[in-house]
Each structure stands twice: as C-alpha cells, then as structure tokens.
C-alpha cells in the first residue's frame, strides 16, 4: 500500500458516521444532514435527515439507505429509510420511504449498532441494553406500493442481555448458488459473548446460540463477505466465528477502536496514543525515530492503521495518522483514512507484480506464490515463481529441495533449463527424478528419453531399466474398452537407445509389445539373427502387416530360408493362409513405394536390380496385433482408434463420450466390399536368384487364387474352387486383372529362361510345352502378347513367335518371316519337292489371309519377282495373282507396272495381254463419263436461261394455260398465275399462299435436302468420325453437300469487309427474303428494299413472343443476312431512305432473338453481331435519324444482358452452360469493355435519355459480371476523343455529333458524372439504369467510391448522400437499384479489415454512417412481404453483398435482428411448411427466395463464430431447415445451403459438435458423391477442405468411405475451378498427417495425374498442387516417394517452371518445396545437372516480394554446405551483395521493418555460409 494526502472538509468534528455505498461515500454530521459525496469528495446531494437532530447510523444496500438517528422533540430513536435513486424534484432529497420510532422496551435506550442484509429482507438493531430488534421482509413492505411511512412489518425482539451492550450485528447471507441447508444468520456481538441467531430458513426464530464466549468493544466486530464470518477484534488478538463456533485465530496484540473489511483485508484502527521510541510496534518507532523533533512527536497523539491480509495471513499495511482517525471510507477499492486534523489520506494497492518483487527480494517465494494464486496470476505465472524459488534453493546447495521445486515447473519451462543445472554426476539421482517425472507427465521428447536411457544403460542399472521399459503402464480407454498401453515415453527412441547399447532383448520386448513390427524384425534379422522368429512373426502380424515387411526382408528371408519364405508368400498372394484376417480396406496403400503396374519384362528387371542394398524401398507398416488368433484389424479403424485415445485429449478436453462417439451412420449398412489381396508383383524382384522358387511361387498363386493350372503335355487345367479360392476369386475388390497378366507374362519368360539352361534335357521340352499352352489358351490364361512375343523372340522359340503372330493378326509379318527362311535356307535335294520349300508356305499362306487382307498381293508380288529363280518356279501363281486383283480391283494397273518395274527380273511380256485388256476397259469408262458430264451441262445452261428470263422484269410471261391446274376446271377470274406455267383459281389457292402448291411439293425435298446438309455440316464431330471410318470418301461427300464451304459465323473488329458491290443477293429463309443493296441505288433497288421491309417487320411480328419460331431464324442461316445489313454503312441514305427503315428494322429483329434464350445470344455473338453494331454504331453520320441510334444501342445492350446472364447470373444459378459457351459469352463481353469499344459508345452517355439510358444499362450488364477491376479502371478514367486531343497542344479538334466539347473533367469523373447528370433527369428508367451502372462501376474500385463519398465542394453533398435519397423513391426498382449501388459503394470505399466505420456528411454537415443506413433499410425490404418474393429476393442478395467479407456488417446485421429475420423467412418459405395457397405464383419464384435467403445467411457467418453459434440456437432450428435445403430439387438452393455448411464448417467447434450430431458432414459427402451441378460441386469441396483437416473427427470416416478418390474424380472433371478445389481438399487432406495417411492419398491420386496437375494451364491449379506436394515432403521417407514417383528430371522441371512464374505465391511455394526436399534429401549430385533450377532462383532472388524472397533465402541457406561450389560458379555471392547493399540502402521490400530485419539477417547468413564453405 502507498499513501497521498488531500485536504478535507473543515468541520471534520462535526462528522458523525460515513458509509461507503454503491451510490458514492454518505457522510452524516451531528446537524441530522447526510450528504452523497462525489468523485471529487464534494457534496453532491445533501439533505436534511432528522431534523434538529442527529445521525447516528447509515446503512445501504441496493440504492436503499437506512438511517437511524435522534431529534430534540422526540425521545426515541427514529428510523427513516430513503430511496437514493430516486429524488424528490422540489426539495432535491432522496425520496422518504418509510419513517418510525424504534423502541424496544419500555424504556427508550440508544441505538449501538445496526445490520442491513444484502436482500434487503432483514433488518437488525441493536441497543445499548442489551436487547437486538430485527424486521423481517424488509423488501416486501417497502415495494409493496404503499405510501404510509409507517408501513413496516412488526419488529421482532430476539435477544435481551441487559448487562451486556450490543457491539456488533452482522448477517451471513446464503452461498451464491444456493446449496442444500443454507440459512440466513445473524451474528450477535456483545461485550462477553457472539451469539448466533437463525434468521431465516429452517429452524428459524429460535432462542440465539452463544458460539464463541469472547465479547468486543463497539466497533471491533465486523462481517467477512469473503469468508461469510464475523470478525472479533480483542487486544491480544483476531477471532473468526461461524455458525458452529470459533474458526481461525490470528495474533496481533494492541488496543483496537475500529474493525472493517474490505475483500480479504482486515482494516484495523487502534485508539489515539502518543507514540514513543520503546513502543513494541516497529511502525510507531519507525514513525518517532523519522521524525525531525522526536520529542515534539511523542506528545502529539496518533492512531495506528493497519491492513491484514486474511487470506495470505501477512500485513499488507501499517501507518500511522496524527491526531487519531476519524473514519475509513472506501469506494469501490480504493481506501480513504479520515483523521480529526481534516487530512484525507488515500491508499493505493500496489500492483501484483510489485507485491511479488517485494517478497522475492525478502526470499519470501512460499508467500509469494500463495499471494500469486490468490491474485488470479495464471500457472505460467505460478512456475516461474516456483523456478526463481528453485534456484533460490540450488544456490544455497538444496538439490532436493530446488529440484522439488523445478518439478512443479514441468510444462511452463524448458527441460532443458533444469537438466543443464543436474548433469553432473553428484546430481544424478535428482536429474533421473525429473526425467521419470517428465516421462510420467507425457511431455517428454525423444531426447529425454535418450538421456534417461543412456543414463540407465551406461551404469549397467539394468533393474531400473526393466522397471523403466517394462512397468504396466496405465492404460487409455475409449469407449469403456481396454486399449493399448498408453507408454509415458517415445517407443521409438527406447527401441533405438537399446538397441545401440546392446541391449536386444529390452528393444525387442519394446518393438513386440508397441507393435513396432519393422523395428522388431530388423533387430530379430539384423542384430540377433533370429530369422525363423522372424517369419513366425510376419505370418501372425496379418496379410497387410506381412505384404509391407516382406516387401522389405523378403529378399533376405529368401537367401536363407527359401522353402519357407515361399510358402509365407503363396499363402499371402493367394489369401488363403490367414483366414479372415484380411480385413484392410482395398484403398489402403501397401508400401510407400510399389513396382511399377506396367507388364514389362521381369527377369530383366530383376537382373538389372540384382545389386540393390536390401532397405531400397522404405515401408510402412501399419499397426496390427501380435496375438495370431485374434482378428488382424490393420487398417483405419485401429488408427482411428488409437488417434481417438492419444491424439485428439487436447481437442475434446477429457470430454470422452464425444471423443469416442462413432458417427453417424445410415440405417442401411452397405454390404462390405471383399477383401484386397496383396499382388505378388511386388515381391518379384525378390527372387532374382531363386527362379525354382519364383516358379513354384507363380503356379501356386495362380492356381490358389484363379483357379488355373497348366500341363506339360498342352492345355490348361481348371482346379476346382474352393472355400479359399472363392475369397480370391477375380471379383476381389480392385482386381482388374493386371495381377493375373503379370503373373502369366512372367511365367512365360520363367519357362523359356528356364527350358534355354538346360537345351537338351526332357525339362527344356516340358518347359517349352507349357509355355506353349499358356500361348495358345489366351483365355484361360491371360498374358500380354506385346510381352511374349518379345520373349519369344529373345529365346527364339519359333513355335510360339508364329502362334501369337496369327492370334495378333501380323500376318504380314508370318508371310515375311517365310520370305526370310527362303533366301536364308539354301534348298536342300530331299526338300525340293513341292510344297516344301519356304515360297510354297508364303503362296500358303497368302491363300488364307489374303482376301481380308488384300494389300499382302502386293507384298507377296514383289516376293516372287524379287529373283529369277523364284519368278521361274512360280509363274503361273504369278499370273493367278494378277488375275485376282484386276477382280477385286485391289492395285491399280500402274501400280503392278511399278512393282513389275522396280527391278530386271520381271520382263513386260510377262503382263502384255492383261495390260492390253485393261487399258481398253479405261477407255470405255472414260467415254461414257464424258457424256453424262455433257449431258449435265447442258441442262444447268438452260436452267440458268430460264432463271435469267424470270428474273428479267423487261421480258414479259406469257400464259396460255385455260384450265387450272388444281380442279382442271376451266380457269376464270379472278386467277393466279405462278412462274412456273401453273394457273389456279384463286378460290383453290388457300389464304395467304404464295408458292405453287404443285411445285411446292417437288421443291420440298430440295429444301429438306438442303436442311439435312446444313445441319449435318453444324455436326463436325459427326463430320470427323465419318471422316475416320471412310477417309477421302467422306470428305468428298462433305464437298458434295456442301458442308466445307458452310460459313460460320466470323468475328469482326469494328472495321469489318464490307458487302461486295452486286446488284442482289438473296438468302431466303422459311418465311421472308431479305436483300442486300449496292452502294449507290438504283430503281430496281428500291422495290427490293420494300419488299425487304415488308418481310423483315413481317418476321418481327413472328417470332415476337415466339421462343420456338425465334430458333427457327437461328437455325435457318438467316443471322449472316442480318449481320450484312447491319454493317453495311455505306448506303447513300438521302436518296435511299427505305434502306435506313431496313436497317432499324433488322436491329429490333436482333434485339428481339438476343431475348430468346441464351444459345441464340451465343448464336448471335459467333455471327459477329457485336462486332456489327459497334462499327455501324461508329460509323453512324450525324445527321442520321435517333431512331436508329437508339435501336443499334438497344440491340447491344440486348446481346450484352444475354451474354452477362450466362456467365454471373445474379439472382440466383439458373442453367448451368458448357465451358465453350461461357468463353464465347467472356469474349463477347470482353470486347465491349475494350478500350477501343468505349470510344464507340461512351461519348453516347451526352445523348438524350433513351439513348443513355441503354448504355447505361449495358455498362451495367457488363460490368456486373466481370470480376477484374481492370475494365472499371479503364472506364473510370475514360475521357471524350475530344478532351484527351485537348490535353496535346497542336492537335485538331474532331467533334462527332454526340461529343460536346467543353473545358475538361477531372481524371476518373466523365462517367460517374453523366451518370449521376442522369438521375436528374426524372425518368424511372434512366434512374434504374445510372444507380444500377454506378453501382457496377464503383465495386471493387476503391478509387471511384471513395469519390462518390466525399463532396466536390464545401456547398455540395457527397454523391452516395445523393445516391441513397433514391432509397425513398415511389418505384421500388428505383429504390432496390438505390440499395444495391449504395452497398456497392460503400463496399469498395472502406479500406479491407479496417474497423473503422465509413461515414459522410449530410447536407447540414453532420456524420452519416451509410452501412447502417443499409442495413435497416434492407431490414424494412427483406422484411416486407406485401411486396412479393421478388422484391425480398433483391434485398437479400443485396445483403449479401453488403456483408461480405465485412466483419463490421456483419455485426451490425446480426443487431438489427436479420438473422433472426431470414431464419424466419426460410423457416416461412420452406416446402414443407409453405401451404398450397401460398404457391408460387410464378413458376421459382419461392426456390429463388430461399436461394438468397441461404446466400445472406453464408455471408453472415462465413468469419463471426459468434454469429454461427447464434444462428445455431436459435428457433426454428436452422439446422434441419439447412438439412432440408440441401434435399431441394432446386440447383440454386442446394448450391447456396452448401455455401451455408461451408460457413458453419469454418467453425472447430460446430465440426466437433453440430457437424457429427446432426449428420451434416456425412450429408455433404453423400451430396459430392452424387452431385452433378459442377457449381454445387466446387462448394461441396470448400465444404470438404474443412472437413478433412487434421482436427476434424470426421476425417478419419471420410478417408475410409472414399473421399480421396471422389476428389481424384473430379480432378478429370474437366472444369478448372472444380479442378482446383479438389487439388486444394487433397491438399488439405496431407496437412499434418501421418506417413502411412500421405501414401494412401497418394497412391489412390496417382504420380502421373499428380504431374499432370503440376504442370497444368491454370496457374491456381498449379500452385495448389505444389502446396500439395510440399505439405507431403515432411520427412526423408515422404521425400523419397515423392521423387521417385514422378522422376527427378519431373520433379525439376516443375521447380523451375514454378520458380520463373510470374505469381509470387506460386514462386514462394516452389522454392519452399525446393527446401523440403533439400532438407531432407541429399541432392548434391543432381544439381550440377540441373543448374536451370539454381539459376532461377538465383534470377528470382531480384523479387520485391518479402515471402518469395524469403524462402529462396532460406533454401540458399540449407544448399550452401552440401553444393556452395556450384552457387559460386552460378554467381550467387554478388547476387546476395547486391541484395544486401540494396536493403541496407532502406530500399523498402513492401514489408515492415520487422520484415526487412529477418530478410537481411537470412542474407547475411547465406553469404557468411557460403564463405565458411569456400574456406
């Protein structure tokens, strides 16, 4: 405590009493008056209590204050009880409540003391005589409404003592919660005795109990509030006193005068004294010895205060105070002494920290820590005191005590700390205490065990080390089950300690009982030799235990024990020695590192890989159970188990029925897939020396396992199946028969290496016959044939090269081998008989293959006139052939002449007559083709005659016909005469008809022929496969009908070709003809243009309204003619005005199909339409009419609307579009925002309002859907032609029509300020468009809206004050277009995560926050159904936009109720609540609503677990209305209750609680598996990349069902963004997983499509994918698979392409995989060969990115020592001297200080490594 003085009141003496109350200190004087004292210790209220009188007692509690005191005109004490919260108005006093006398007895007697209880329920006084008064239900009476001042309830006499004063009451309230038996007391103090009376509960109003015989002064008894005791102060000491007696005593000898408490302190004030220097208080000698004038001083009087802390029992203060005390005061916990002099003194309490300081330097630590646990310090705290005590102690030479001390430190200081201070041998019984101790606790390392260990081994203590290593430790259960013991060290680090020392029998005991199988059989093969216990052990481990092992010792086992470790193996590959044990899930890797799949050669393999070390490949060997007869239960659910039990105490908190909890599952339980058996190919390579064995082992596995046997003599042999056999039959799960071809690929190879060792003997012919069985049953047993004919090529078996030849139809290549055997066997005089020789074969042969294979006649002809003697000995098969092909019309005459000619064997007599006979037949043919072609020729000239003179308006038609051709009857008028020479009565024609219906029906299939072709060239992959099945045939036919000149669609830039200069062009369609004009008129132009009108409106008002006709003029090739008129701007106008009407009429047409449906859009954009109207819009004169101006913008906005709906449609998902349809859509879009394009139609925004208003509109469909801020950066600072020519002198000025020059804007202001010109203007729908255009504009561009928020000038308001006073607009559009630029606005004008709230100025200057504006006005929007869901609809989506990302938003939104609000609303709208007359009205309408409703509801809770946790509890539950969304049969619904999960599975604890209860993440996987939306399916992975993290519970049950191979799925989806999502769930998946769990995601996503992803287009895509490979490179043995599986050529080239990327965040993870792998493998030796990579690092070392450059730096470091050589050739020390000269310039990095000091340290650190190495 410390002391300040302050001056008080004057008439100090005239105090009476003070209390210290929750209102202010009141203080009473001897006049009757109380005052309330402030902060500043003046009066605040004062007033008149008892007049004429005085006080002599005040209590308070709750703002009710009792005062007891006397008046002149009355005898009796008076009570009065005063209200402090409220006050009287007129007199300013606390309201009176209630006023009587008190009179005990009959005779009035003085007050000595009184007792308020907290409740205000008791009341007691106390008198001098002895007597105690108490009221009962205090409170009631006083809030009971009466108004009497008299109406208190009757008092109760309870105690009468007449010879012993009351000096003391006090209540003890009842425990807070109350607990069974708590009692309401009222201690009774007196001169002699403390009594205890029950003042409330059972047993109460009995005579008082006397507890304790020790009496007080008055003053000196007071309650303690902490302990609930009275408190009696004697001289000689302290008295604490309960309920059922004395409790604690405490010595503190001295007269006392006053007794108070406040919280655990004691105040004591001892009565006026004059102090003197022998005083046996050291304050008060202390106190004279200070003084200047001692004597002086021991004549004045003084009082002592002292303050004693109760509950650490040490004095906390004591002074002392001249003249005597007054009083104490207290307000709250500051303590005020008044002394009679008029001085106030203030005592301070010292801090904690201050207190502590104090004790350490008096060496009082257990004090110390006693007042720390009492003053809330946290157990960090707490150990550090005990660790200065320690060393306290260690200095004064107390190991034993010190190390008691460090003890207590363990899990808040560093072992390490302790253990250095205990290592030496005289302490070495103190430092195994503590490291037994850390072992106990579970917190010790493997380096501590180590110690420990060593400890033990190197004193040969081998009984403690027995205790140590084979004590029953405690053991975890889950589930109320027994599990494994649970060791207090690391098992690993004890197996290796042991093992080092020699102590095997200790490391295997360890390795067997914690299932350390591969530590356990590398000691038993290694050290001990024990290689039979060895196998034992593998064979009782189980299947999936013994395949990883004897991947790794087999070879061993083999060398030694061949018969046995064979048989292990069959009975392991067959699935038939270990009964049911195999249990491993199929998706479960066996071993790190696996053979590869490919059915190559395997002896070759092996002979290659003889030389191998035997721990090449690593394994993993999961936890399994030594006991042979138990179930071997390898896989998953013993991980999950154990993971359960040890892993997850710090997430679950002890809570083990929720840790050990299963999740949930379904009510059907799928039938378990079979069981995986091992495939043998993995332990092929094992048998490199034992080929007897490794074909014992390849016939019994195939035997046991398939069923299949061969014979020696031929054929195959079917074993029966038995019960074994059908657990391995080929429907095991996974087994897709790769296993069973490589088995008979290398038994083939087996027998012929076998049969070639020895050639002579009966073995060699039986060898050889099998392997000629296995070729020629190729059913029963499959075998690549690739394969074996490579093997019996290299063993030159001849029998089998021919027999796969024929299965593999290479008969060419049996027809050349006989060629070969021809001219390399000379012709022997017994075998020159015909038929035998080799040529008779080839003749054979050709006989049977031939007629299916025609182009072996070639072949074979060239065979046979290759010499003479052959052409000699077969002339006549020579001839045959020749005849056979002129047949069959196989070669060509010129190609047998070639044949013949390419050598001087053949002669031409040899062909003379065939030559002859086919070259008259060509004539024939040649004759007869030239006069069909004639024929046609004259037939088109005459068709064109008679087109010409139809077409000539200057040469008449004459008609003779008399009959018509309908009814034959005689034709009359009126008549109709057709081109065609038909006639027909007009009343035989039908309405409207004008084509001949005779001719109609000739010409109809003519057009549909037409459309057949039209539509089949829109078919090209139709085209393409017919072009593979048929070749040059096809293509051919594809000329013929026209379908390789069918034009699609081009796209033009704003200087397109224009029309070609021809008099007509007519492109007819079903129902108008539309002409195209020359570019000057003439005469018979203008009757075409009329015509051309007349069909254009005529198509207008057919397909408006018409979706179906609409695709009709798409599909009819009618948009090309369009797109025609469109662009042709050169049409002399003034005189040929029909031509401008043609024009507007085509632009509505365009308009109007744009409307249709997305595909005409499309349809429209491939034809260049855009393109069309942006040049005609540019190169539109002047003068021309507005009408054509506003229906050009009107068509571009129309196709720009379209094309924005298809690629960010957003009021909800509506179809889903091909990826070929959004990029066509992206360009289209794309090429309106181009800079070029806003030269086109910006100027337009100065145009009148119809025409404005369209742009406006476009820029907003525009803008709305395109996420880059690049094009609203662009528009922003967009100027008018004119004014950017202003800004260079010397330029001339060129004013368009619509361009009005005038003095420049401001950079970034042109278009917001027509924009906002726009809203004044008072159109509805010119305001709609400009709010909804700024509010486009201003998103995502920071620059713009921070404008719109602040006024141009002092006498303006900000734009948005102007934009959100359309809020209150009559149009509701108008004021959701309002809401929707206002969020967007303010959105983009508030810095990212500043907390900060954004604010402008209303029009009268005061602050305006505009986020809550919003929010309560989409409050009133969302909240308004008499608008329609429509109208809410905007309003959440709105909401939606306002609060993304935005934790303040989302704060303000959650106060104002809209959670509780649009859980309602979904709750409302929910199909299974929404009643059947409250269906939609529009067909979506409500699916729509409860899509926004759950996109508002995402971006609320997507960062606040605050929020979630609300939404959570609330009613109804949103839970089930979410379980309910993500059933809809509604795309949108399911896709925004998905985004809701997302929010909620952000939150560890809704993972661990709501997640698994109410079946949400199981949900969502059931939904990725099923799901087809690919929208739907990218959230479904956001939802997956939470749930598969390491804290998650459901992790383990989402590995086991397959969610690594759905996410490998959609990995080939095709889409990028599903791509990336699913990279970045795996990517998840590996982050801080166990080894065994990162080979089991890797193998099921396969190293091949892992590369593919490295190396993907999308560069999001490929920086996931390096995240993901470098969460798996944490360890030497991940690293190792890793770069053995892609190759580390692969492996290198992605480093680099990832180093030289142009994204930072890319670079930076590349380098740090680099890292990884340089850390933990030694590449050394590769990276001389690989110096791109060092070279890109050493050029992306110039990075400005801090994080980039820091890793690179990092990874510099960790290469220096191994390769620094090869740095210093690649010049890596004057790059890092140039980095370093550039950061100690203070060149700014882009970071923080604290940044640039890391990144200089790092680089100094690199090149001091790189000197050091040089050196």
């Not at 799949?597 to 999961?622: E, G, H, Q």
């Not at 009966?762 to 296995?774: F, H, I, P, Q, Y």
């Not at 409106?1097 to 309204?1105: A, F, I």
């Not at 882009?1790 to 640039?1796: M, P, Y």
Request: charged share 25%; with cysteine.
């Amino acid at each position: 405590m410390s002391t300040a003085s302050a001056a008080a009141p004057a008439n100090v003496p005239e105090v009476t009493t003070t209390a210290s109350s929750s209102v202010g200190i009141i203080v009473a004087d001897v006049h009757g008056s109380l005052h309330l004292l402030g902060g500043n210790f003046v009066p605040v209220h004062s007033w008149v209590a008892h007049q004429s009188g005085r006080v002599t007692h005040i209590a308070e509690e709750r703002g009710i204050l009792i005062s007891v005191g006397e008046e002149d005109a009355i005898k009796l004490p008076l009570l009065k009880i005063w209200d402090l919260e409220h006050f009287d108005k007129r007199t300013g006093s606390p309201l009176l409540l209630r006023s009587i006398k008190i009179q005990a007895g009959s005779k009035p007697h003085p007050v000595s003391t009184i007792a308020l209880s907290e409740s205000l329920s008791h009341l007691a006084i106390g008198f001098g005589d002895g007597s105690v008064m108490v009221y009962r239900n205090l409170d009631q009476s006083l809030f009971s409404g009466s108004t009497s001042l008299t109406a208190l309830p009757k008092p109760k006499t309870i105690h009468e003592s007449p010879a012993e004063p009351i000096t003391g009451l006090g209540f003890r309230e009842p425990s807070v919660p109350l607990k069974a038996g708590d009692l309401l007391h009222l201690f009774i103090v007196t001169t002699n005795r403390v009594l205890c009376y029950i003042a409330g509960g059972k047993g109460s109003g009995g005579p008082p109990l006397v507890v304790d015989e020790v009496g007080c002064g008055l003053g000196c008894a007071v309650m303690d509030p902490v302990a609930r005791e009275m408190i009696v102060a004697r001289d000689e000491a302290i008295y604490l006193c309960g309920p059922e007696g004395r409790g604690a005593c405490y010595a503190y000898e001295g007269p006392k005068s006053r007794l108070l408490t406040l919280g655990t302190y004691v105040i004591i004030v001892s009565p006026p004294f004059f102090p003197a220097p022998s005083n046996a208080s050291a304050t008060v000698r202390n106190f004279v010895a200070r003084a200047p004038d001692p004597t002086t001083v021991s004549q004045q009087d003084i009082s002592k205060v002292t303050i004693f802390d109760l509950e650490n029992k040490f004095v906390a203060f004591s002074g002392p105070f001249r003249e005597g005390v007054r009083d104490i005061m207290y307000r709250g916990d500051e303590i005020y002494v008044l002394t009679n002099d008029g001085s106030l003194f203030h005592l301070e309490e010292k801090s904690t920290a201050v207190k502590l300081d104090t004790l350490f330097r008096q060496s009082r630590y257990l004090l110390a820590i006693n007042l720390a646990r009492s003053s809330g310090v946290d157990e960090s705290g707490i150990a550090d005191i005990h660790r200065q005590y320690g060393d306290h102690l260690y200095l004064k030479g107390d190991d034993d005590g010190a190390m008691q001390q460090y003890v207590r430190t363990i899990g808040y200081l560093q072992p390490s700390y302790v253990i250095r201070k205990f290592l030496d041998a005289k302490r070495i019984n103190n430092l195994t205490l503590f490291l037994q101790e850390l072992h106990s606790r579970g917190l010790a390392n493997a380096d501590h065990t180590t110690l420990l260990l060593n400890t033990y081994t190197k004193l040969k203590d081998v009984a403690r080390l027995d205790a140590f290593i084979k004590h029953d430790h405690q053991k975890s259960k889950s589930n109320g089950d027994a599990g494994d013991d649970d060791p207090p060290f690391d098992v690993d680090t004890g197996i290796r300690v042991c093992r080092q020392a020699g102590y095997f029998e200790h490391a295997v005991y360890l390795a067997k009982k914690y299932r350390r199988h591969e530590e356990y059989l590398r000691i038993q093969m290694e050290d001990a030799g024990n290689l039979k216990e060895a196998l034992t052990y593998i064979r009782e481990l189980g299947p999936e235990a013994a395949e990883t092992n004897l991947v790794r010792y087999g070879r061993s086992m083999l060398s030694r024990l061949p018969d046995e470790t064979t048989e292990l193996l069959i009975d392991l590959c067959s699935g038939t020695g270990f009964g049911t044990a195999i249990s491993t899930p199929p998706d479960r890797p066996s071993s790190p590192s696996k053979p590869s799949n490919r059915d190559a050669s395997y002896l070759s393999y092996l002979t290659k890989n003889r030389l191998s070390s035997l721990s090449t490949d690593a394994a993993i060997v999961p936890a399994g159970s030594s006991n042979p007869s138990a179930t071997i239960t390898e896989g998953p659910p013993q991980i999950s188990h154990r993971r359960s039990a040890t892993g997850r105490r710090s997430h679950h908190d002890g809570d083990s029925s929720r840790a050990g909890s299963p999740p949930p599952t379904n009510s059907t339980q799928p039938n378990p897939p079979p069981p995986r058996i091992p495939s043998p190919r993995q332990y092929f390579a094992h048998f490199v020396d034992h080929l007897e064995h490794f074909q014992r082992f390849l016939e019994a596995v195939a035997l046991n396992r398939w069923g299949q046997k061969v014979v020696a003599g031929g054929g195959s042999d079917e074993a029966p199946a038995k019960e074994s056999q059908l657990l391995a039959s080929p429907k095991t799960y996974h087994e897709d028969g790769s296993d069973e071809v490589a088995v008979w690929n290398t038994l083939i190879e087996l027998y012929l290496t076998r049969s070639a060792q020895v050639p002579e003997s009966e073995d060699s012919t039986g060898l050889r016959n099998k392997a000629l069985a296995v070729l020629q049953d190729d059913t029963t047993f499959p075998y690549d044939r690739t394969h074996a004919l490579l093997v019996c090529s290299t063993n030159h078996f001849i029998e089998g090269l021919v027999l796969l030849w024929e299965k593999m139809g290479m008969y060419e290549d049996i027809l050349r081998f006989w060629m070969d055997k021809e001219f390399e066997t000379p012709i022997q005089p017994e075998t020159a008989h015909d038929g035998a020789r080799p040529s008779d074969q080839v003749l054979r042969h050709l006989k049977t293959y031939g007629p299916a294979h025609p182009h072996l006649y070639l072949l074979v002809l060239r065979f046979l006139t290759s010499s003479p003697a052959l052409l000699t000995r077969h002339t006549t098969d020579i001839m045959a052939i020749l005849e056979y092909v002129d047949k069959e019309k196989i070669i060509p005459p010129l190609g047998i002449v070639q044949v013949l000619s390419r050598n001087d064997v053949a002669s031409v007599g040899l062909v003379k007559e065939w030559l002859m006979r086919r070259i008259s037949e060509s004539r024939d043919e040649i004759a007869a083709d030239k006069k069909v072609i004639d024929a046609y020729r004259t037939e088109t000239k005459a068709k064109l005659q008679e087109v010409a003179d139809l077409s000539d308006p200057n040469n008449p038609r004459i008609f003779h016909v008399t009959r018509c051709s309908s009814c034959s009857g005689p034709l009359d008028l009126p008549a109709v005469h057709f081109m065609c020479k038909h006639s027909y009565h007009q009343r035989c024609l039908q309405e409207h008809e004008t084509e001949c219906p005779n001719c109609a029906r000739a010409h109809g299939l003519v057009k549909e022929i037409r459309r057949d072709n039209a539509m089949f060239a829109a078919q090209q992959d139709l085209f393409l496969a017919n072009v593979k099945e048929t070749g040059f045939e096809a293509i051919a036919g594809g000329f013929g009908k026209a379908s390789m000149c069918h034009q699609r669609g081009r796209r033009l830039l704003f200087t397109p070709v224009h029309p070609t200069c021809v008099a007509v062009d007519i492109i007819t369609s079903a129902s108008f003809q539309m002409a195209v004009p020359t570019s000057r008129a003439t005469d018979g132009d203008y009757e075409t243009a009329s015509n051309t009108l007349a069909s254009l409106k005529s198509l207008k008002n057919t397909v408006v309204g018409d979706p179906r006709k609409k695709k009709d003029v798409v599909y009819s090739d009618t948009i090309p003619g369009l797109v025609e008129w469109i662009l042709n701007t050169e049409v002399d106008t003034e005189s040929f005005e029909p031509f401008q009407a043609i024009r507007l009429e085509v632009a509505s047409v365009v308009s109007c199909l744009s409307n249709a449906s997305p595909q005409t859009t499309l349809e429209l954009v491939r034809a260049s339409a855009i393109s069309a109207l942006m040049h005609a819009l540019n190169e539109l004169p002047e003068n021309d009419a507005e009408e054509l101006r506003i229906g050009l913008c009107r068509a571009l906005r129309s196709i720009v609307s379209s094309c924005s709906t298809i690629l960010d449609p957003r009021t909800g998902l509506k179809e889903d579009f091909s990826t070929a349809d959004r990029e066509d859509a992206r360009q289209a879009v794309e090429q309106v925002l181009q800079a070029k394009a806003l030269d086109v139609y910006l100027p337009l925004l100065s145009q009148p309002d119809l025409v404005s208003t369209g742009i406006a509109e476009m820029l907003h469909m525009g803008l709305s859907c395109w996420d880059s801020p690049s094009p609203r950066n662009v528009i922003t600072e967009w100027l008018p032609l004119i004014e950017r020519e202003s800004k260079s002198p010397g330029t001339i000025l060129r004013n368009r029509g619509w361009e009005t020059a005038g003095r420049p804007e401001p950079a970034g202001s042109w278009v917001s300020d027509r924009l906002l010109k726009l809203l004044a203007t008072g159109n509805r729908k010119a305001q709609e468009a400009a709010l909804q255009a700024l509010g486009a504009l201003a998103s995502d561009n920071s620059n713009l809206a921070t404008a719109l928020t602040r006024p141009a000038s002092e006498k303006m308001v900000a734009p948005l004050w102007e934009i959100l006073t359309y809020t209150t607009s009559r149009f509701p559009s108008v004021r959701l277009a309002a809401c929707k630029s206002g969020c967007c606005i303010v959105r983009a004008a508030k810095p990212p995560k500043s907390k900060v709230a954004l604010e402008i100025c209303r029009p009268n200057g005061s602050a305006y926050d505009p986020a809550l504006t919003l929010i309560l006005l989409l409050r009133t929007i969302i909240s308004d159904d008499g608008m329609g869901a429509p109208y809410q609809t905007q309003g959440c989506h709105m909401l939606a936009i306002l609060v993304a990302d935005e934790r303040r938003n989302q704060e303000l939104a959650s106060q104002f109720g809209l959670l509780s609000l649009l859980l309602n609303h979904l709750h409302t709208n929910n199909p299974s609540t929404l009643e059947k007359e409250w269906a939609e009205d529009i067909p979506g309408t409500q699916s729509r609503f409860r899509e926004a409703i759950l996109i508002s509801l995402a971006s609320l809770t997507l960062h606040l677990d605050n929020l979630r946790r609300d939404l959570l509890f609330m009613t109804p539950s949103y839970l089930e209305l979410l379980m309910a969304a993500l059933d809809d049969s509604c795309v949108g619904v399911r896709y925004a209750a998905c985004q809701c999960a997302r929010a909620l599975s952000r939150s560890v604890d809704v993972l661990r609680t709501s997640a698994i209860d109410s079946g949400l993440g199981m949900k969502l996987w059931h939904m990725l598996k099923t799901e087809k939306d690919r929208r739907v399916q990218v959230v479904l992975l956001m939802c997956m990349t939470n749930l598969v993290l390491d804290f998650s519970p459901l992790r383990e049950t989402l590995l086991e069902q397959g969610v690594i191979q759905r996410m490998v799925e959609l990995i080939d989806n095709g889409d990028e963004s599903v791509t990336r999502n699913a990279v970045w769930a795996i990517r998840n998946t590996l982050y801080h997983c166990t080894l065994s769990d990162q080979m089991l995601v890797l193998n099921q996503l396969g190293m091949e499509r892992l590369h593919r992803i490295l190396i993907h287009p999308d560069s999001k895509v490929k920086q996931q994918a390096i995240i993901l490979v470098r969460n798996t490179t944490t360890s030497s043995d991940s690293c190792a698979f890793v770069v053995q599986g892609l190759g580390r050529e692969r492996i290198f080239k992605v480093l680099k392409d990832g180093i030289d990327d142009s994204d930072n965040e890319t670079a930076q993870q590349s380098a740090s995989l680099l890292l990884n792998l340089a850390q933990e493998l030694e590449y050394s030796g590769e990276f001389p060969e690989q110096k791109e990579v060092l070279v890109s690092m050493r050029n992306r070392l110039s990075c400005r990115d801090p994080s980039t450059r820091k890793a690179i730096l990092e990874t510099i470091i960790a290469l220096s020592l191994s390769c620094w050589d090869l740095l210093h050739e690649l010049g890596f020390p004057s790059a890092l001297k140039e980095i370093l000269h550039e950061m100690e310039m203070n060149v700014s990095l882009g970071g923080d200080v604290h940044e640039e000091n890391v990144l200089r340290d790092l680089a100094r650190t690199a090149l001091l490594g790189s000197r050091s190495s040089l050196l």
